[in-house]
């Protein structure tokens, strides 16, 4: 079955980086746009950052970007998301997702298959 597994999570000071790191098993990588979420507590999930299938194509939420940066290594089946300048606002659980079908990046409807997540804290 599918499994995407994140790591590279934990508590960090304002100001620090983290590089959190998603492993694809179970489905065809390349096929498949890959994106990155975020739930901060007592919030919704929200779109943090998506690369298109083959990495020609990325995208960012407003709140993050030139603070954050996304990429995959297919033959490794993994995508990676480097935050740097970490705020405390930026804590929350990081979820990467799996969309087949690679269209509006922001929309959770849109990925098929999701993490069970790791969790970002930054103290102030």
């Known amino acids: 079955q599918v499994q995407l597994v994140e790591s590279g999570g934990g508590l960090v000071q304002a100001g620090g980086s983290l590089r959190l790191s998603c492993a694809a098993s179970?489905?065809?990588?390349?096929?498949?746009?890959m994106g990155w979420f975020r739930q901060p507590p007592g919030k919704e999930r929200e779109f943090v950052a998506a690369?298109?299938?083959?990495?020609?194509?990325?995208s960012y939420a407003g709140s993050v970007k030139g603070r954050f940066a996304i990429s995959r290594d297919n033959p490794k089946n993994t995508v990676s998301l480097q935050i740097n300048s970490l705020k405390p606002e930026d804590t929350a659980v990081y979820y990467c997702?799996?969309?087949?079908?690679?269209?509006?990046?922001?929309?959770?409807?849109?990925?098929?298959?999701w993490g069970q997540g790791t969790q970002v804290t930054v103290s102030s």
């Open positions: 179970g489905l065809t990588f390349t096929n498949y746009a």
């Open positions: 690369i298109s299938s083959r990495g020609g194509t990325t």
């Open positions: 997702a799996a969309s087949l079908r690679g269209k509006s990046y922001s929309d959770t409807l849109s990925y098929d298959y």
